[in-house]
Every structure is written in structure tokens, then in C-alpha cells.
């Protein structure tokens, strides 16, 4: 019975850690329409390993939560933006669930 609980233990530490995740959100300062900001999360979330993408054109905010197990890294979010003609400032990243999502403004403050 204490081999069950031990096994249980580790597969239930083991799944909680695969499931960890991490955010990276920025400012686009150049996306002015609803369009583009449906293009951009409808590529991202196509994407494997992304969890949730979000894109407000009103605001001009933009935030990815990605697996932390999946390849996806800063400069894979880049890349993406890049190739989807989205200028971005104010990168801020770190581990959903522990680090905050600020509530960013259009001059990164």
C-alpha cells in the first residue's frame, strides 16, 4: 500500500510539473484593427504548446501562456510577431502562476 501512495506521489508531482507554464506579453504598437489582432492569435493558438493567446486592440495589449515543456521561447514569440508584421515593446515574461501579469501601459509603465 505505501509503494501505491510513493507511485501515486511521483506521477501526481511529475504531471504538475509538465503542466507548468509561462507568459509573455507586450505592447503592439502598430495593430489598429480587430482583424489583425483575430490573426494574430488565430496563428498563435494553432501554434503547439500554447496554451492561451490574447490580443486587444483597444488596449494594444497582447499575452501568450505557453507550456514551459513545449519549445516555445522568447524569440519563438518574436519570430512569430515578426513574421505576422507586429511591432512590439514593453516584453515582459515569467511563470504563470507565480510571476505577475502587470496591467501594462502603452508607455511600458
Known amino acids: 500500500m505505501k509503494k501505491l501512495f510513493v507511485i501515486l506521489g511521483i506521477f501526481t508531482s511529475f504531471n504538475l510539473i ?14 489598429d484593427t480587430r482583424n489583425k489582432t483575430i490573426e494574430i492569435d488565430q496563428f498563435v493558438r ?10 486587444d486592440v483597444h488596449s494594444k495589449k497582447y ?3 505557453y507550456y ?10 518574436l ?7 507586429v511591432e512590439l515593446k ?9 510571476d505577475k501579469i ?3 501601459k502603452l508607455d511600458c509603465e
Request: net charge positive; hydrophobic share 35%.
Open 18 to 31: 509538465s503542466q507548468d507554464k509561462k507568459f509573455c506579453q507586450f505592447i503592439m504598437s502598430n495593430v
Open 46 to 55: 494553432h501554434q503547439k504548446g500554447v496554451y492561451i493567446s490574447r490580443a
Open 63 to 65: 499575452l501568450v501562456i
Open 68 to 77: 514551459v515543456n513545449s519549445n516555445i521561447n522568447q524569440g519563438t514569440i
Open 79 to 85: 519570430n512569430w510577431m515578426k513574421s505576422l508584421n
Open 90 to 98: 514593453c516584453i515582459h515574461e515569467g511563470l504563470y502562476g507565480k
Open 102 to 104: 502587470i496591467d501594462q
